[in-house]
């Protein structure tokens, strides 16, 4: 069954790195999220990307952060300056379309643990 | 207005014994309202979901009851098993846009 890659699985960085969190959506989906769990709390959506765009944020995702699909296959979300408060579990989703009609069904990766020190 | 609550926040229940999850949303735009279960150090998998042009979905032990009046959903769990220890999260979307969450039931099933 196609699933929804991510990799690392753990990542521990300084305050103030960047990073770079990959994710390989299921092959056919055309929507890529990102979302993300601080320890015990709920899942807090962070954004949307379509046809090579964001199309929706959230009040979390600001200027420190940024996607890109680099190729046919990888989705990434950039951290340029990592803050303590930034540790959490990063996960990407995909979900499939026709044409800019999204399909609902959101499929999670794995996640990222991410640990900022 | 784009909050969905969730309760309760944990739950207990027997093996064999049926569990409830409910939650409550504003957003009369939402229209679509999936769960999912997650395991420790799993992303949240997809479990069963709903849209509002009906009351009720059922997928094996697992069922959806959908009120459109009162904005309230809530999961049943039947003959609730030990496996089915997890947290679950109630979840809406609009258009399939960015989901909203609930904040988490954990779930313990005792043998």
């Known amino acids: 069954e196609p699933e929804v890659t991510q990799t690392p699985s753990h990542q521990v960085t300084q305050m103030g790195q960047e990073v770079i969190l990959r994710c390989v959506p299921i092959?056919?989906?055309?929507?890529f999220y990102w979302y993300r769990q601080i320890l015990g709390q709920k899942v807090e959506f962070l954004v949307s990307f379509y046809n090579n765009e964001i199309s929706e944020k959230s009040e979390i995702f600001d200027d420190q952060f940024s996607v890109e699909r680099p190729d046919g296959s990888n989705f990434t979300l950039k951290i340029r300056s990592t803050k303590l408060e930034d540790s959490a579990m990063y996960f990407c989703?995909?979900?499939?379309?026709?044409?800019?009609?999204?399909?609902?069904?959101?499929?999670f990766g794995p996640g990222t643990r991410l640990t900022v020190l | 207005q784009q909050q969905v609550k969730q309760s309760p926040q944990s739950l207990i229940v027997q093996k064999g014994g049926i569990s409830i999850i409910n939650c409550a949303y504003e957003n009369t735009a939402f229209d679509y309202f999936p769960w999912y279960q997650q395991f420790p150090g799993k992303g949240p998998a997809l479990l069963i979901a709903i849209r509002p042009d009906v009351s009720e979905k059922k997928e094996g032990r697992f069922t959806i009851s959908f009120n459109k009046s009162a904005k309230q959903f809530s999961l049943h769990i039947m003959d609730s098993q030990p496996g089915d220890s997890a947290t679950y999260f109630c979840a809406a979307s609009n258009a399939g846009n960015m989901l909203t969450f609930g904040g988490g039931t954990r779930l313990m099933v005792k043998p």
């Open positions: 092959s056919n989906h055309l929507y």
């Open positions: 989703a995909s979900s499939e379309g026709v044409g800019r009609k999204i399909l609902n069904e959101q499929f």
